[in-house]
């Protein structure tokens, strides 16, 4: 659906995206993430016709964005950071004005309109002016605007900037229902959001793209497999000794934690799994085991990993 190829932009001295080469499929939920300054919404300016490259190539749906640019555009549901919505407009005038500005039929507006509306959730208000709106709501109008000439590809900055919890966790759905149907390129910074909703995250620092993966991959990457957490009822002594003896432990801390019970940390050699040790360990000294884990870092550790110093080439 979206093939960057060596994309630049530079203001003045500055380059704000430096040969940015990325691709996402037909299908996709992808989350394009960066600390701020980092390129994103330049990236995604010039994805959506709105501003020229100074070099490189963007293809959408097979299309040049120079070359066919109107074709182009009627392939993208483009919702920017700031929507400048009308606020003396009424929901339903707004949505209607917007698909015929888009090139619809006015049979065929008023289908899109009814449909966006319905699954935006904005039944309820559509005979409201859109300064009477809350803040969710009008990232709903936003969001309704991008779907309503029925685009391939959805593109969304900060689509839930502002918003508070619940609002959050409403908008947040909605684009997990329209990726079922839509090929979506969301920008966030709500680590949190991003792994439930998206297939795969695109990190950019600097103008440079640092990690492109699936999360869980990210999460591997990261996270090692030799590390195992456990909380056991026992003796800090005799976990101590038979830490020391194990042969398939290389490194190991204890701490206590609350009552008889101790967290070990445990590094396993090559190839060991520790998590049967463990288990066995505790059956055979009936101790009781509440806790037996293998670490995991957050998406918020992969974004701060890779994102406080140069781009790390291994991802």
Not at 41 to 64: E, K
Not at 129 to 152: C, F, M, T, W
Not at 184 to 205: A, M, N, R, Y
């Given at each position: 659906?979206?093939?960057?190829?060596?994309?630049?932009?530079?203001?003045?001295?500055?380059?704000?995206?430096?040969?940015?080469?990325?691709?996402?499929?037909?299908?996709?939920?992808?989350?394009?993430?960066?600390?701020?300054?980092?390129?994103?919404?330049?990236?995604?300016?010039?994805?959506?016709?709105?501003?020229?490259?100074?070099?490189?190539?963007?293809l959408i749906g097979g299309q040049d964005v120079?070359?066919?640019?109107?074709?182009?555009?009627?392939?993208?549901?483009?919702?920017?950071?700031?929507?400048?919505?009308?606020?003396?407009?009424?929901?339903?005038?707004?949505?209607?004005?917007?698909?015929?500005?888009?090139?619809?039929?006015?049979?065929?507006?008023?289908?899109?309109?009814?449909?966006?509306?319905?699954?935006?959730?904005?039944?309820?208000?559509?005979?409201?002016?859109?300064?009477?709106?809350?803040?969710?709501?009008?990232?709903?109008?936003?969001?309704?605007?991008?779907?309503?000439?029925?685009?391939?590809?959805?593109?969304?900055?900060?689509?839930?900037?502002?918003?508070?919890?619940?609002?959050?966790?409403?908008?947040?759905?909605?684009?997990?229902?329209?990726?079922?149907?839509?090929?979506?390129?969301?920008?966030?910074?709500?680590?949190?959001?991003?792994?439930?909703?998206?297939?795969?995250?695109?990190?950019?620092?600097?103008?440079?793209?640092?990690?492109?993966?699936?999360?869980?991959?990210?999460?591997?990457?990261?996270?090692?497999?030799?590390?195992?957490?456990?909380?056991?009822?026992?003796?800090?002594?005799?976990?101590?000794?038979?830490?020391?003896?194990?042969?398939?432990?290389?490194?190991?801390?204890?701490?206590?934690?609350?009552?008889?019970?101790?967290?070990?940390?445990?590094?396993?050699?090559?190839?060991?799994?520790?998590?049967?040790?463990?288990?066995?360990?505790?059956?055979?000294?009936?101790?009781?085991?509440?806790?037996?884990?293998?670490?995991?870092?957050?998406?918020?550790?992969i974004f701060v990993h890779v994102t406080r110093?140069?781009?790390?080439?291994?991802?």
């Amino acid at each position: 659906m979206i093939e960057v190829k060596n994309l630049t932009k530079r203001f003045k001295r500055r380059t704000a995206v430096d040969d940015l080469t990325f691709s996402v499929k037909r299908g996709e939920v992808v989350g394009f993430l960066g600390p701020n300054g980092a390129g994103k919404t330049t990236t995604m300016r010039m994805l959506s016709c709105y501003m020229p490259a100074d070099s490189g190539s963007i293809l959408i749906g097979g299309q040049d964005v120079y070359t066919q640019p109107d074709e182009v555009r009627r392939k993208i549901g483009y919702m920017p950071e700031n929507n400048p919505l009308p606020i003396d407009m009424r929901v339903r005038e707004y949505l209607k004005f917007r698909a015929r500005l888009k090139g619809m039929a006015v049979k065929r507006s008023r289908e899109r309109v009814d449909y966006v509306t319905e699954v935006c959730g904005l039944k309820d208000v559509s005979r409201k002016l859109i300064g009477q709106l809350s803040k969710g709501y009008r990232q709903r109008v936003g969001l309704a605007d991008a779907l309503v000439n029925d685009p391939e590809l959805l593109i969304l900055d900060e689509p839930t900037i502002g918003l508070d919890p619940h609002q959050i966790r409403s908008v947040r759905q909605l684009i997990k229902d329209l990726g079922k149907t839509h090929t979506v390129l969301l920008s966030t910074h709500i680590l949190s959001e991003v792994e439930v909703t998206c297939d795969k995250v695109v990190i950019i620092h600097l103008g440079r793209i640092i990690a492109a993966d699936t999360v869980d991959n990210l999460h591997h990457r990261m996270s090692s497999e030799r590390q195992v957490v456990a909380e056991i009822a026992a003796p800090a002594a005799e976990l101590r000794r038979h830490w020391e003896q194990a042969e398939g432990v290389e490194q190991f801390d204890i701490q206590p934690v609350d009552g008889d019970f101790q967290r070990c940390s445990l590094t396993a050699r090559e190839g060991v799994d520790l998590r049967v040790t463990v288990y066995q360990l505790a059956r055979e000294n009936d101790w009781t085991l509440r806790e037996l884990t293998r670490t995991r870092h957050s998406l918020e550790d992969i974004f701060v990993h890779v994102t406080r110093g140069e781009p790390e080439e291994e991802f």
